[in-house]
């Protein structure tokens, strides 16, 4: 049965402005500058300005908090804050929740936003979230799933989603090239934006010479430690009509939750037909009405390179398992490819803020302003990390 569409945030917010900091190794600045800095620039990029702000919407783990954005710049009021849990699970959630903010009249203008500091000298505390590798502060005593995996060795992000994705090459056939066609295809993205902090020309061959950093993933199979910030204005598609640029409609969104790479083994036991991010595709496709075929462009959260492969399954682009021939084939890669993946360079190449630059990326695809656009690119999907409690947004022109 059809929900009635004031059920639903269908069509009912857009993306306005979009804003970012540049990308860097070591900004020497504040998370607390950088966000201010990108939200500025959303503000501009919509015609709006701080006076216009009523809501926020954050990564729960984000170190610039609602308090720090009202004194340091100047926001009059607040309606509406909320954050979402989880670190690239978040992504997509932020929107959904700034979309559900104006669909119901919580909140006018929702600035969604994410600054953080992770170049190895951008380190300000002994904390996990103080910039720098948190994984690389854990505390003596550990709590939660960590104490059942930390004390033994897996410890990184990297050593995690090791084990993840050479279950996927046992059970596949997956190899380290098909791992190598992701990186190499977002380099040759990256090189033609002239924000990606990695633009030099790579190759299979130097892919697979790079060393290993928790086998089966090489360096060049993980995303970079970017130091930045990216923010998105949201607001109602109404006054969408008459702001500066031309809108990104939500056409979807969605959230779930699944296996998580923190608990391995429930994660290495039902990853095939339980995926969160799968869920998230059937909500996606079934509130916006269209199917994987018609989406022209996605920005799938690629923390790393076989990332990618997953999420390209989860969503519908290839069967189960066919991921690795998929990208082999060159069908994520611009301009030629049925499904462009990552067209600014991704977190391998452009910068890795989460996955936030995904959503301007999405956003300069419906605008018809990327640096490799995508020919009448009408929906195009946005995602958080399939490993995490994970989201999901569909926009349209």
Known sequence: MDRPQSHTIRDRAAIVGIGQTAFSKFSGVTEERQAAEAITAALDDAGLTLA?????ARFDIENVNELQLVHGMGIPHLRFFAGVPSGGGAVAGTLVLAAMAVATGQANVVVCYRARNRGKQSSHGAKPLQGGRPWAKHAATLTDFYQYHVPFGLITPAQEMALIYRRHMHEFGTTTEHFGAVA?????HAA???RAVMRTPLSLADHQASRWIAEPLRMLDCCLETDGACAVIVTSA?????????????LAGAQAEGPIHIRMADYLMHWQDHTAGAFVAEQLYGMAGVTARDVDAAMLFDHFAPAVILSLEDYGFCARGEGGPFVASGAHAWPHGSIPVNTHGGSLSEAYIHGYNHILEGVRQIRGTSSCQVENCEIVLVTSSNTDPTGGVLLRR
């Open 238 to 250: 109404a006054r969408a009509r008459d702001c500066r640029q031309p809108p990104a409609y939500l």
């Open 184 to 188: 190499v295809a977002q380099r040759a």
């Open 52 to 56: 216009d702000v009523d809501g926020v």
């Open 192 to 194: 033609r934006n002239p």
